[in-house]
């Protein structure tokens, strides 16, 4: 059974920058999308971001472009997201998840139920 644990989450000022891990383990395929969702209180699970371990691409919804980046490390199965600028609707618990290598190649499937694996969340909090 797979498992992911989110980290790096936190309280920060509008325009800092947080870096979030998200650490797999027990995967059985090699060739999987990590996806980034976050839900704010009251609203419902947004995709961020994803990365594709099959062949690198990535994908961010248009709130976060030039401000987010997605990364991997497939040797260590960790991957990060990278966010700068951070605005007070950043605001949200984020959670990494892992689903088919197709998820991410050619369009951001952004669909929660998608996915196989979920992280516990990492909650990130920017004040104004």
């Known amino acids: 059974q797979g498992q992911l644990v989110e980290s790096g989450g936190g309280l920060v000022q509008s325009g800092g920058s947080l870096r979030l891990s998200c650490a797999a383990s027990?995967?059985?395929?090699?060739?999987?999308?990590i996806a980034w969702f976050r839900q704010a209180p009251g609203k419902e699970r947004e995709g961020v971001s994803c990365?594709?371990?099959?062949?690198?691409?990535?994908r961010y919804v248009d709130s976060v472009k030039g401000r987010f980046t997605v990364s991997g490390d497939n040797a260590n199965h960790t991957w990060y997201l990278q966010m700068n600028s951070l605005k007070p609707e950043d605001t949200g618990v984020y959670y990494c998840a892992a689903g088919p290598s197709i998820l991410c190649m050619r369009d951001f499937d952004n669909v929660p139920t998608s996915y196989d694996y979920w992280g516990q969340g990492t909650q990130v909090t920017v004040s104004s």
């Open positions: 990365i594709s371990s099959s062949d690198g691409s990535t």
């Open positions: 027990l995967f059985s395929s090699a060739y999987y999308t």
